[in-house]
């Protein structure tokens, strides 16, 4: 079983090399190729979620992006937060089962940002994934879903 996870890293690893991602839009793809190299050792690169062109409600405010993923029981995934580096502003990352939040980048009481979080999925379900921009200026942003190997 460890064969095949080294076996299936080395082969992302040689197509992320061998095959540039193309962005529509945005020019984020050497800053994910970064972010997913800095997500850790014991990390296996599985998908982005890229914030596209900002969406506003009729009062004027950021809707944060969402995207929807199926999360398997058993396994301890890790989110992590990219953005270009010529945005000062804020991202936060939120993941939430149904109604209820189940992991951040944000801790409000202490006002501190993380550049991520693990999260050891208990139930295979639908989850959703947001990206935020608390201060309302939209960026060009992107989450990291990559698997974590135990050990």
Same mark, same amino acid.
């Given at each position: ?50 914030? &596209?062109?900002?969406?506003?409600? !009729?009062? $004027? =405010?950021?809707? @944060? ?6 999360? #398997?029981?058993? /396994? ?26 189940? &992991?951040?980048?944000?801790?409000? !009481?202490? $006002? =501190?940002?993380? @550049? ?6 208990? #139930?295979?379900? /639908? ?25």
């Amino acid at each position: 079983m460890k064969q095949l996870f080294k076996i299936i890293r080395l082969l992302v690893f040689l197509t992320s090399i061998l095959l540039p991602c193309q962005l529509s839009g945005q020019d984020l793809s050497k800053e994910i190729q970064d972010c997913a190299l800095n997500a850790g050792n014991d990390a296996v690169y599985l998908q982005d979620f890229k914030a &596209g062109k900002p969406q506003f409600n !009729a009062d $004027g =405010k950021l809707i @944060p992006a969402k995207f929807t993923m199926l999360l #398997k029981k058993n /396994v301890r995934y890790r989110f992590t937060v990219c953005k270009s580096p010529s945005f000062a502003g804020k991202v936060v990352l939120k993941l939430y089962d149904e109604n209820r939040l189940m &992991g951040t980048t944000f801790n409000p !009481a202490t $006002g =501190k940002d993380y @550049p991520g979080f693990d999260f050891a999925c208990t #139930k295979t379900g /639908v989850y959703h994934l947001f990206i935020e921009f608390p201060d309302g200026t939209p960026g060009e942003a992107a989450a990291i879903l990559s698997y974590v190997e135990t050990k």
